[in-house]
């Protein structure tokens, strides 16, 4: 009787150590909203399923069903879960050809997902909180309510007032608001995701702040997945000219003038991406430069996506025009060259003539890699030093920003003493407020660097320090910003019922410069622009001025 006792305890003690409370749930869910505008069907063997992170968010296991046809999904299931653990979950429709649809954000407090938390006496009917975008994966079009669009403006709206750090920057108050009156009086009937967009943006436009803008969420994506406009782009002159194709057709020839799409004058086109487009100051070479760098990515926002796109276009070298039909191209082909800078392109460096570097810099972007940039610039400036190079030209077209904790070891190598790099300790970067140490490697020769308008962000605030100390001569194009921007604890807000992406800055960084107009470009000292010849002849003119300038 004792030993028995003993061995009791014993494996009570042992099963208190690992215990598992278990959980009887009765989840049910109303899918009569999905299954009225087609969403859902019974009929075809759609099924409704839940994922949670008690699963791993994965399988098919957790199968609910409708056992009286009243649109009710139900099912009693045993969760098992370990002491105060707090689990997550959310409805999914399974459709039968194996397509996966989500619940949008059925707990909009609970983020950056918005899942439902797991409740162990749960009994109570939710409602399958679908994202509208999915009706475009059945055929139908997509369209919000008024309103939806305007619990959507008044978020918008209450957000820039409340968390933009310089809302009235470049457009007073008064004008603001009255801009936003009239935008939100235009809500008047339902709209498409393209509609309703376009009455964002001349909002954000007129704030002056290239990080302040909205974009398209996924689910708008998913719908023209390969339905983008395929044709690579650059403004020459008042022209925008075909430098390429993201798809298949080459029927084009490069060097082709764009003249329309689908009937509709480019002029037109392009006036209509301008004066939406957000920029700070509102800096037109930076627009001018985005527009050419994200054409498809624009048009599709605000015309939406197409099977095939009628273009008509001047040959090159010739007045005579052409029209053509042109299939599109895919989303993944777009973005990958649109936003390549995000994917850690190739750090080059090149040695000319033996007197002559060339350091190309694309980007910024290396935000976990700074000891592979820093690490890339050392050994460049030791070959600079070993080599006795004298002249250096500093490539930084396309370069939009990125670390500053890359921009200033780079800076710290052209100074001429130890200088700081912001005016004030920012956020995670407080020790560039103090003098950046001068490298034992420094550079004491001849700098150039060339710009153009894609040259925001950390790369204008890099090239602010440079022309504020008089470092080196700046070659090309005006730059796309200059010492100061609202990128600052950067938000991000979700519009609650169009899935559409505010993002704006919350605080401005700004360089340890004096006396500099925030309100316009750093200008070069030498103004080399490509002229519609020079492109035909694929020369790079900015280099060729510089390499004149170092002979002469």
């Known amino acids: 009787m004792k030993k028995n006792s003993i061995i009791i305890i014993y494996l009570f003690f042992f099963a208190s150590l690992n215990c598992q409370a278990q959980n009887i749930i009765c989840f049910k869910v109303d899918i009569n909203k999905a299954i009225k505008c087609g969403l859902f069907s019974p009929q075809e063997n759609d099924t409704i399923i839940i994922r949670g992170s008690y699963n791993g968010w994965v399988g098919n296991d957790f199968s609910l069903e409708d056992k009286d046809n009243d649109g009710i999904y139900e099912q009693t299931f045993e969760i098992k879960s370990d002491s105060g653990v707090t689990h997550e979950f959310k409805y999914l429709i399974l459709k039968s050809d194996g397509k996966i649809l989500w ?39 997509v369209t919000f309510s008024v309103e939806q669009m305007q619990d959507d403006f008044i978020q918008f709206r209450k957000t820039l007032e409340e968390q933009h750090c310089c809302l009235y920057e470049y457009t007073d108050k008064q004008k603001l608001d009255n801009l936003f009156d009239y935008q939100y009086s235009l809500i008047k009937k339902p709209l498409n995701p393209n509609e309703f967009f376009k009455i964002l943006t001349p909002t954000t436009a007129k704030i002056g702040c290239g990080h302040t803008t909205v974009w398209m969420p996924g689910g708008y994506w998913d719908l023209g997945q390969n339905n983008l406009f395929p044709l690579q782009l650059r403004f020459i002159g008042d022209y925008l000219v075909i430098t390429g194709n993201y798809g298949d057709s080459t029927m084009i020839p490069e060097g082709s003038i764009l003249q329309e799409i689908n009937d509709i004058p480019i002029t037109e086109i392009v006036e209509e991406m301008r004066v939406n487009y957000s920029a700070d100051a509102f800096n037109i070479h930076f627009i001018n430069a985005q527009i050419e760098r994200r054409f498809s990515l624009i048009y599709a926002r605000r015309f939406g996506f197409a099977d095939k796109f009628k273009v008509k276009y001047a040959l090159p070298g010739r007045k005579t025009s052409k029209t053509s039909e042109v299939l599109p191209a895919s989303n993944t082909s777009v973005k990958s060259v649109v936003f390549s800078n995000f994917n850690h392109p190739p750090l080059k460096m090149e040695i000319y003539d033996d007197k002559t570097a060339i350091i190309t810099i694309p980007t910024f972007v290396y935000y976990d890699r700074v000891r592979y940039f820093t690490n890339f610039i050392d050994s460049c400036f030791t070959v600079i030093k070993d080599k006795s190079i004298n002249n250096l030209i500093l490539d930084l077209r396309g370069n939009d920003g990125g670390d500053p904790f890359c921009a200033a070891p780079l800076f710290s190598y052209l ?23 001068l490298p034992y490697n420094h550079f004491t020769g001849n700098l150039y660097t060339i710009i153009d308008g894609r040259c925001f962000s950390t790369n204008a605030h890099f090239c602010s320090l440079l022309k504020y100390h008089n470092i080196g001569k700046f070659v090309g194009t005006e730059s796309g910003a200059t010492y100061t921007c609202n990128a600052g604890k950067k938000g991000i807000e979700k519009l609650h019922h169009s899935g559409i992406q505010l993002y704006f800055g919350r605080s401005s960084f700004a360089t340890a410069v004096k006396g500099m107009d925030k309100s316009k470009p750093i200008i070069p000292d030498y103004y080399v622009k490509e002229t519609y010849k020079d492109l035909l002849s694929r020369k790079d003119v900015a280099i060729e001025k510089i390499l004149n300038l170092i002979n002469n």
């Open 103 to 141: 619940e949008k954000q059925p707990n909009r407090q609970n983020k950056p997902h918005g899942c439902r938390i797991l409740k162990s006496a749960n009994n109570i009917i939710d409602e399958f909180d679908f994202d509208n975008y999915y009706l475009g994966v059945i055929g139908k079009e």
């Open 415 to 437: 100074q001429n003493k130890p200088q700081p790099y912001f005016s004030q300790p920012y956020g995670k970067y407080p020790e560039l407020e103090n003098p950046i140490s």
